[in-house]
């Protein structure tokens, strides 16, 4: 395995990187600029392609804690994939939070794991409430509603500050659009 750098010009994070990203060769389309590979994404069918515009950024990648507070950012290149958050969290983070909530937790947790088990390998990947209705194939197990039921910190949780926060970053969108 070959290592690679995965900071942006436009990177801020709180946390120095503490490692690089690894190229895992062996994996069909790691580190691609986008998912292109519609394979590994299961039954699920909240796949977005690419749709690259006139060279312009995908936008920002924020990573919030349940608490709204940004722990830091990236531009994306082209458009959000899973690459952007595993590299974010495995590159700053000494060890891997035990829960992530992200709308597409259900394909995240998978790439996570067949990258990284053992940096993983105590962390729980769970769709938040707002985007779990488009997930109609996915198992109940992705679901932070259903965790609720059972969990008192994913019940505290707001599973949508990340949504709420990243309206505020939707009005520099065009401005970062040309990073």
Known sequence: MARILTDSACT??????IRARWLYPKLCYDN?????????????????????RNGLAGGILVLWCTHSICLG??????????????????????TAPEIIIYDFACQLAPYCFTREAEFFAHTRFF???????????C????????????D??????NTSAAECRNKGVWRIRKSVSYM
Do not use: W
């Open 12 to 17: 801020c994070y709180g946390l120095p990187a």
């Open 32 to 52: 691609a600029d986008t998912d292109v590979n519609t394979d590994d994404h299961g039954e699920c069918n909240k796949f977005y392609k690419s749709y690259p």
């Open 73 to 94: 950012f990236h531009t994306i290149p082209v458009t959000e994939g899973r690459n952007d958050v595993f590299s974010a969290l495995y590159t700053r983070f000494p």
């Open 127 to 137: 769709i938040d409430e707002l985007h779990a209705q488009g997930h109609s194939r």
């Open 139 to 150: 198992g109940r197990a992705c679901f932070a509603s259903n965790a609720m039921c059972y």
């Open 152 to 157: 008192a910190r994913v019940r505290a949780a």
